[in-house]
């Protein structure tokens, strides 16, 4: 019982940084139409840049400023590699979102080289965990679990009751119209980049206490974070959050009889049944993908 219970909880752990993932995915897809593939990167960065700034500043100053930063890092991107173009097809965006993956990654070897680094844990260490049914628990565990739940309940309040928000949808759902209601799509644009930079930054600040930070940890988090999102509905950011709670329990509950280098093979057959069966994903509407269609 305890084993299982362990191996439920490392799901729930990894399952949670892929549903981060997923959400800045579908949050930049939402406003733009764009399917991001440095999306991890960002991630990366994000625990990259906060390791360097701990050796200036206090821990939740380096995580904040880390997450600034990143966020610029964002904006930029929309502005140099997307803003310039006209009616791009999906084939383009998605050369150059994997492009830029592969920039900005070897970028990260140059400047961080290949050292594994890790923060410091938010609260306790490395070896004090919380107990449950004899499972032990790390108490870094329960901040990532806090960021994914806070970060789904202020987007959607974010997106639903703000001005910006609303702006956003509208966006989403028919650009022209937006346009000529005097909406700043540009602008919008830009802002989307630079929100859904700074959430992935912020996971890759939690997140690096427990699975450290490399610089070409990011790919591998952007196929997953994109599973997690195909699988929820693309789009749905409560979707994207149970989603990848799915594949995270699917990987490491496979280690129980399966051989660990399985993990992966695992998570993607059940990406492959479910858009077989739901090409639309689990909890996506029929309505949303035929418009992306």
């Not at 930029?76 to 050369?95: G, K, S």
């Not at 739940?149 to 009751?161: G, R, T």
């Not at 702006?167 to 929100?195: E, Y």
């Not at 993990?263 to 059940?270: E, L, M, R, T, Y």
Request: overall charge positive; aromatic content about 10%.
């Amino acid at each position: 019982m305890s084993q299982a219970l362990q191996y439920i909880f490392a799901g729930i752990t990894v399952g949670s940084i892929y549903a981060i993932v997923a959400i800045g995915f579908n949050l930049i897809y939402n406003t733009t139409g764009i399917i991001n593939f440095a999306q991890g990167e960002f991630v990366m960065l994000g625990g990259m840049v906060a390791v360097t700034l701990t050796a200036f500043l206090p821990l939740p100053l380096a995580v904040a400023g880390a997450v600034v930063i990143v966020m610029l890092c964002g904006g930029a991107v929309e502005l140099l590699f997307f803003r310039r173009l006209r009616n791009p097809n999906a084939m383009q965006m998605i050369v150059i979102t994997i492009g830029l993956s592969i920039l900005v990654r070897e970028a990260a070897l140059h400047v961080w080289d290949e050292k594994v680094r890790s923060l410091p844990y938010f609260t306790g260490d490395e070896i004090s965990s919380v107990k449950i049914f004899g499972a032990g628990i790390s108490p870094q565990v329960f901040w990532v679990l806090g960021t994914v739940v806070v970060a789904v309940i202020v987007l959607h309040c974010f997106l639903h009751f703000s001005i910006v928000g609303k702006a956003m949808r509208a966006c989403a759902s028919n650009p022209s119209a937006s346009m000529l209601a005097g909406i700043n799509i540009s602008s919008l644009r830009t802002f989307t980049f630079m929100v859904s930079a700074g959430l992935g930054a912020l996971g890759g600040c939690v997140m690096s206490p427990i699975c450290a930070t490399q610089y070409d940890m990011g790919t591998n988090l952007a196929i997953k974070g994109f599973a997690a999102a195909i699988l929820g509905g693309l789009g749905n950011h409560m979707g994207a959050l149970a989603a990848g709670l799915l594949v995270g329990l699917a990987e490491k509950c496979s280690v129980y009889y399966l051989p660990a280098a399985y993990q992966d093979a695992v998570s993607f057959a059940i990406l492959l049944l479910v858009l077989v069966v739901r090409p639309h994903g689990l909890f996506g509407s029929k309505s949303a993908a035929v418009l992306r269609d």
